[in-house]
């Protein structure tokens, strides 16, 4: 079975510091990760991807994140981050040999002072 | 386009009475989703459908049943609510099996007392 794991409940960051959300996973086959943000009282907003090709994705709001096979670990970074960055992250995987269903992780709330 | 629209945005539920959430989207999509996400537990896949007519259960499908007579709609049914039930529920979409993006709609609020 597939499994998403975000170790960190909360991440606090200074605006205009570099930031980093963890999320490692578990599948049987080629993994598809996703990463999506939830603001609050909002659905989720799809941010980025991995599929294939590249190890380093580029996503929306200046977002990326890293894709490393030997550790399973799919993390969100962003170089600067901004208050307005402030929300729920939820890290996801697909596994086509699960049906394509979506699992999501637990969420890490990112807290972004001034 | 409004994307995926759900209702009620809120509600209180007293044990043992039923709802329907309604979710609603109008991009054409074939697959559409029931999610919950409880505090700290991310999203669990209650029910989804991959077209109308079609209708399949996720992981956590007890006390809940879906119907989908539409491209358009896919309503959730609670027929005697819990309070094990309190949670937000999202509805979601995407156009195929190989879509890889989700829309989700805005949620719904649900607590049983």
């Known amino acids: 079975a597939q499994s998403v794991a975000q170790p960190e409940d909360q991440v606090n960051v200074a605006e205009g510091n570099p930031l980093t959300v963890k999320c490692t996973y578990s599948?049987?086959?080629?993994?598809?990760l996703f990463w999506y943000v939830q603001y609050p009282n909002r659905g989720l907003q799809f941010l980025l991807k991995?599929?294939?090709?590249?190890?380093l994705v580029k996503g929306s709001y200046g977002f990326e994140a890293e894709f490393n096979k030997s550790q399973t670990s799919f993390h969100l970074k962003k170089p600067s981050a901004l208050v307005s960055d402030s929300a729920l992250y939820f890290c996801?995987?697909?596994?086509?040999?699960?049906?394509?269903?979506?699992?999501f992780g637990g969420g890490t709330r990112l807290m972004v002072k001034p | 386009n409004a994307g995926v629209t759900q209702t009620p945005k809120f509600r209180i539920l007293k044990i043992g009475q039923s709802m329907t959430l309604q979710c609603t989207q109008d991009?054409?999509?074939?697959?559409m989703y029931w999610y919950r996400q409880d505090p700290g537990m991310g999203l669990k896949l209650i029910y989804y459908?991959?077209?109308?007519?079609?209708?399949d259960k996720g992981e956590v499908p007890n006390g809940y049943n879906v119907s989908r007579s539409t491209t358009e709609d896919f309503p959730l049914r609670l027929e005697l609510a819990a309070p094990s039930q309190t949670s937000v529920y999202f509805c979601?979409?995407?156009?195929?099996?190989?879509?890889?993006?989700?829309?989700f709609g805005p949620g719904t609020r649900l607590t049983v007392t």
């Open positions: 979601a979409s995407r156009l195929t099996s190989e879509s890889y993006e989700q829309y």
């Open positions: 599948v049987s086959g080629n993994p598809y």
């Open positions: 991995y599929i294939t090709g590249d190890n």
């Open positions: 996801a995987v697909r596994d086509k040999n699960a049906g394509n269903m979506l699992t």
């Open positions: 991009m054409n999509h074939n697959y």
């Open positions: 459908s991959v077209g109308a007519g079609i209708t």
